[in-house]
């Protein structure tokens, strides 16, 4: 069964640094999202992601955040200077199209600021 | 705004029982669409089943159904003949039927099926 694929799988990373997170959705998805998950709360919607452009993004979804499908299968998350706060598990997901709806999630990508 | 809350924290039962995970939410929209995730010590997020509020019918997969009160706005799991491969985190969400497929989640359940 076709699976949402993320890597790393852990990533630690100095404050200030850039990190980008990397996910293959499945291939024939059309949506694509980013969610986080701080430790101990709940999981926050970042960003949804559709015919190459941004459909709908958070409020933290800030300045320091971008997305980028750079290729026909990679969809990236990118951070360009990491605050200690941003330490989290990331969630890439990826659904059909706007009729199933259903998000299919891969593993996570936990990431560490020191 | 919409918000989802899951008031068990953490919940356990002997493997082969029933469980019942409750989560209400609030929101003035009519049409919608609710989900339970399962994400297991592993970590991937799987889908347990949904429900679109325009249906009355209660969803339901093998062992596991729903309770979908709409005037109530609660969308209870029922885990049925448990298994321990049935350990692991549940989250509820929400998701606007008008929205850019945004989902809202609640904080959690973590059940433990004990042999």
């Known amino acids: 069964e076709p699976e949402v694929t993320q890597t790393p799988s852990h990533q630690v990373t100095q404050m200030g640094q850039e990190v980008i997170l990397r996910c293959v959705p499945i291939?024939?998805?059309?949506?694509f999202y980013w969610y986080r998950q701080i430790l101990g709360q709940k999981v926050e919607f970042l960003v949804s992601?559709?015919?190459?452009?941004?459909?709908?993004k958070s409020e933290i979804f800030d300045d320091q955040f971008s997305v980028e499908r750079p290729d026909g299968s990679n969809f990236t998350l990118k951070i360009r200077s990491t605050k200690l706060e941003d330490s989290a598990m990331y969630f890439c997901?990826?659904?059909?199209?706007?009729?199933?709806?259903?998000?299919?999630f891969g593993p996570g990508t936990r990431l560490l600021v020191l | 705004a919409q918000t989802v809350t899951q008031s068990q924290p953490e919940m356990s039962v002997q493997e082969a029982e029933t469980v019942t995970l409750s989560c209400t939410y609030d929101?003035?929209?009519?049409?919608?669409?609710l989900f339970w995730y399962k994400q297991p010590p592993s970590r991937q997020m799987i889908l347990v089943i949904r429900q679109e509020a325009y249906k009355q019918q209660n969803a339901t997969e093998n062992r596991f159904s729903v309770n979908f009160q709409k005037a109530a706005k609660s969308f209870s799991l029922k885990i049925s003949d448990s298994q321990l491969g049935d350990t692991a985190m549940y989250f509820c969400a929400f998701m606007k039927s008008d929205s850019n497929y945004q989902l809202i989640w609640g904080a959690g359940t973590k059940l433990i099926i004990k042999p």
């Open positions: 992601f559709y015919n190459n452009e941004i459909s709908e």
């Open positions: 997901a990826s659904s059909e199209d706007w009729v199933t709806e259903t998000q299919y």
């Open positions: 929101t003035s929209e009519n049409n919608y669409y």
């Open positions: 291939s024939n998805h059309l949506y």
